[in-house]
Every structure is written in structure tokens, then in C-alpha cells.
């Protein structure tokens, strides 16, 4: 018999690189534990939210709340998982990442055997955001020692382009060979992306995220594809366009764990995009570790992984995935390989059960 558990956790993470935290970014999540009673083992995962695309954190507790004891009674992992059908995707995320943890403990298999015959992971884009230059050579600086082979760089249409280009050279002089992405947020018209599309492909961009509004014809993709030398990205059009209509005029997506169900539904997506031809990115958000592990063990069968927001939490209690610089390393631990790294910023309930983990 399974019985769950889920609380909010509050985090903070920087808001850039920089030596002198000036800023931070508050962030709610929801910790999931499911324990087999029989065995002891428990299973953790993390129902991340993405506001404004899926519930919020106190939103998402209460439908776990709600169903959390249907949901354990009288369940084993598959029922469990059965279950989690009729929960919203931010929800069900955390969830079956739990189950997967738990089945990947009773396996005594780290959850990456599951799909793949190595470990080996692409290493993680990291997001540079200071829009003054002198900042932004500062941020730069303190990223040089984890030797980064891919940045991105939030463009805003309220910028002028004779700035933007200015972040993008610097960029680009700091570190010549890493690839660049321009991420533009849903946010430009079509007019305006081709206006910006000379200097991006001068200063070395290569992929660009979401550059049209939302309400963008998907013909106006088309019409980007067939005339710049970009890889679009999807991510947002997701929820809006099937992986059929998408394939049409993208040439990648951004899976996140809080928008498609959890790491199985991001499985099951990656497998219909690569049958599509579409590449794959793994993204993550405001994750703890816990989001981000279970996402990296997804990682070897990625093209890009997007999850370096992991390297800025300022109080994250767990430990989880390793890092080589921005890449990844998984280990070779039963299951997800999730511990405590400081159990005073957990509840007592949930620190009890991950110091009982350990003793299984």
C-alpha cells in the first residue's frame, strides 16, 4: 500500500550571475513523497508550477490534498499512476515522478536505465539577464569558471535592436564558441524578428525561442523557417498546436515537467516529436532539485537540456544531480538519488522521511 504526502516549499534563487547577490527570486513548489508501507522506501518528486500556464503551488496542494487519499488507498505504483489521469499536469508531474523514484528504488536501477544505456548528458543552456552592459560583463565573468557551451539571452521588443546588439557582441566576445540562443519570450511581431534577424545571425544566435506573439499564425512560422537560418523552438505553442501542426514549422520543443504531465508524459512527447523529425529540449523552470534531477535523468535522450536554473538557488535543501561545469551527471544511485543536504529548511514530516529513506 502507497501513501502519499505533499507540501510547498519555498525557495529563493538568483536572479543573475553575479559575485554580489542584489536580487533574488521567490518561488513556491510542491515537494512530493509517496512511501511504500511494506518496504519503507519513499519516492520524491516535484510538482513544479509555470505560472501563467498551470495552477499555482497552493492550487496545485489542495488537488493533491483532495485526492490524495483516493489516490493511495488500497493503491500499488501502476493503480497509483492510473490515477493520476484525472489530475491537471502540474499535479499529476509530481506525482509520477514519485512513483518513478520509488519503482527505480525497488529496482535498486538509477531512473536513467529506464531509457538509456548511458548517463551521459548534453550540458545545460544558462540564461544571462543583466540588460546594462557593465553588468552584463560582470555576470559574464562569474559564468567563465563553469565553462558554459550555451547561453541564452531574454530579448525584449521594447529594446531598441542597436542595444540588443550590443548585449548579443558582448556575448559573443566573451565566449566566441558557444552557442547562442535568443529567447523572445512570445513577444515580437513579425515584423520586428525580421528586423532583429541580420545582427542575430551576425553576433552568432543560432536558436531562437518563441519569437512571435501568441496570437501569431502559425504561417508566419512557416514563413521564418524558410527564411532565416534559425532553429525555432517551441515552447508555449505547445499547449496550443499539435506536435503534427508544430512539425510543420518548427524545428524543436521545449518539454517542461509542469506543462506535460511529468517525466512519462515527457517521454511519451519526445517520442512523438522525434518521430516528427523535431529535436528536444528539456527545460525547467523554478525547480528545486528535486524537479531538476528528475528531469536530467531524461537528459541523455535529449539534444539540448535547458535546466540551469538549478545552478542558482540560493537555499535549496536537497542534494540530486551532479555538475560538471553546465553539465549534468547522474549517478548511479536507485532511483532518482534525491537526499537531504539541509534538513532545518524542510518540515519535520517531510525531513523525517527523507532521513528515513536513507536507512532503507
Known amino acids: 500500500m502507497l501513501q502519499l504526502y505533499a507540501e510547498v516549499l519555498t525557495l529563493n534563487r538568483r536572479s ?4 554580489r547577490q542584489l536580487e533574488a527570486v521567490r518561488f513556491d513548489t510542491v515537494v512530493v513523497a509517496i512511501t511504500d508501507l511494506e518496504t519503507g522506501q519513499v ?3 516535484e510538482s513544479a508550477v509555470n505560472p501563467p ?3 499555482n503551488a497552493r ?5 493533491l490534498q483532495l485526492d490524495g487519499e483516493p489516490l493511495a488507498q488500497d493503491a500499488d505504483v501502476q493503480l497509483m499512476l492510473d490515477r493520476t489521469r484525472w489530475l491537471t499536469p502540474a499535479a499529476r508531474s509530481g506525482v509520477v515522478a514519485a512513483l518513478v523514484d520509488l519503482t527505480g528504488q525497488a529496482s535498486r536501477q538509477p531512473v536513467w536505465r529506464r531509457w538509456s544505456a548511458s548517463p551521459h548528458c548534453p550540458p545545460s543552456a544558462v540564461t544571462v539577464r543583466s540588460t ?3 553588468e552584463l560583463d560582470e555576470e559574464l565573468a562569474c559564468l567563465a569558471s563553469l565553462r558554459p557551451a550555451e547561453l541564452r539571452i531574454e530579448l525584449s521588443p521594447a529594446v531598441s535592436h542597436a542595444e540588443h546588439r550590443r548585449r548579443l557582441q558582448l556575448v559573443s566576445s566573451r565566449f566566441p564558441d558557444c552557442r547562442l540562443t535568443a529567447e523572445l519570450n512570445a513577444a515580437w511581431s513579425y515584423e520586428q524578428f525580421l528586423a532583429a534577424a541580420g545582427y542575430l545571425d551576425e553576433c552568432g544566435v543560432s536558436r531562437v525561442e518563441e519569437p512571435l506573439s501568441l496570437d501569431a499564425a502559425l504561417s508566419e512560422y512557416s514563413a521564418l523557417a524558410r527564411n532565416t537560418p534559425f532553429s525555432l523552438v517551441a515552447d508555449e505553442r505547445l499547449l496550443q498546436h499539435s506536435l503534427d501542426e508544430l512539425a510543420q514549422c518548427f524545428h524543436e520543443v521545449n518539454l517542461k515537467s509542469a506543462c506535460h504531465g511529468g517525466i512519462l508524459g515527457i517521454g511519451s512527447k ?3 516529436a522525434r518521430a516528427r523529425g523535431l529535436r528536444i529540449c528539456l527545460g525547467a523552470d523554478h525547480e528545486s532539485t528535486v524537479g531538476s534531477t528528475a528531469i536530467a535523468h531524461l537528459g541523455p535522450m535529449a539534444d539540448h537540456l535547458d535546466i540551469g536554473s538549478a545552478l542558482m538557488l540560493l537555499d535549496d535543501p536537497f542534494n540530486g544531480v551532479g555538475w560538471d561545469g553546465t553539465r549534468p551527471v547522474l549517478g548511479t544511485e536507485a532511483g532518482f538519488g534525491v537526499s537531504v543536504a539541509v534538513p532545518t529548511r524542510l518540515s519535520d514530516h517531510l525531513g523525517q522521511m527523507l532521513e528515513n529513506r536513507s536507512r532503507v
Not at 543573475?16 to 559575485?19: D, G, H
Not at 492550487?59 to 488537488?63: C, D, G, H, I, R
Request: no cysteine; glycine share 10%.
Open 53 to 55: 500556464h498551470t495552477l
Open 43 to 45: 519516492g520524491f518528486g
Open 16 to 19: 543573475r550571475f553575479q559575485p
Open 59 to 63: 492550487e496545485v496542494l489542495v488537488e
Open 270 to 272: 519526445m517520442a512523438r
Open 132 to 134: 546594462e552592459l557593465a
